[in-house]
């Protein structure tokens, strides 16, 4: 499903701000696999998801996606194997468009566009069908422009877009942490319902070392660039947050120091 090979990236080469953001990198998931990255600031999980999505290219390796060596295949192209929801609630959308404009490019995300409406009187049925599964009420708003819904309505749009197609691979960049607690809590909810429902192989970047380990069948802590613990499900069943940072501490030799990790 997806295939990550001996990937590297090196930013700011042979300058005095060099910093290599991945090293060596493999990875492989599974289909249904639901993977949740933890790891402190400047470890390479946000640089991992760009490569992956096709903002950035690796200096060194190959991504693979669905058989297919998606390595230097541009962003855009890999758009219909891949959904990703960003930190940001004001990303992923237009914000000058309606819920129901929005839905209509999602849903037409990696098809052959012809002349024919966005939003047909089927499409409103089908959007007001999947938005009420969200259980906030948006079906009731297609045609409110998304610049005025809350953070967390957004989010849940966002997510909901970008889970639309059913994609190959779902990327999950930090989505609930721009949110209030309450607003985390529930998108938090909304994602594992719906990944469960789908299906859906998903990596998953946290700074919520609860979420990470509640979360998914399978956990990846990243230090420096690098993969330093892969924990599978029996064996993330049995963990805890004191357990993992000690894990972590004993694999990279220091403490995980990072104000935007939250224990629990």
Request: net charge positive; glycine share 8%; no cysteine.
């Amino acid at each position: 499903m997806l295939r990550i090979e001996n990937v590297s990236k090196l930013f700011n080469a042979s300058s005095p701000d060099e910093k290599i953001a991945l090293s060596s990198i493999n990875l492989q998931l599974k289909p249904g696999d639901f993977v949740t990255v933890i790891g402190s600031n400047g470890a390479g999980k946000s640089t991992l998801m760009n490569i992956i999505s096709g903002v950035m290219t690796p200096d060194l390796g190959e991504v693979h996606i669905e058989n297919s060596n998606v390595t230097n295949m541009p962003e855009y192209q890999r758009s219909k194997w891949i959904g990703r929801v960003f930190q940001d609630p004001m990303a992923g959308t237009a914000p000058s468009m309606t819920i129901e404009e929005n839905l209509a490019l999602a849903y037409s995300r990696g098809k052959t566009r012809g002349l024919v409406m966005g939003v047909s009187r089927a499409r409103r049925k089908l959007f007001r069908e999947q938005l009420s599964r969200l259980g906030i009420g948006l079906e009731n708003r297609l045609s409110a422009k998304v610049g005025l819904l809350s953070g967390g309505e957004r989010q849940a749009l966002s997510l909901l877009m970008a889970t639309f197609t059913k994609p190959s691979i779902l990327l999950l960049d930090e989505h609930t942490a721009a949110l209030d607690p309450a607003r985390a809590d529930l998108i938090t909810k909304i994602t594992k319902e719906i990944v469960a429902e789908l299906k859906l192989t998903t990596l998953m970047v946290t700074h919520n070392m609860e979420q990470a380990i509640t979360l998914g069948n399978r956990l990846i802590m990243m230090d420096k660039g690098k993969i330093i613990i892969d924990m599978a499900e029996e064996e993330k069943k049995q963990v805890t947050v004191e357990k993992l940072l000690e894990a972590f501490q004993q694999i990279s030799g220091h403490k995980l120091a990072d104000d935007r990790v939250v224990l629990g």
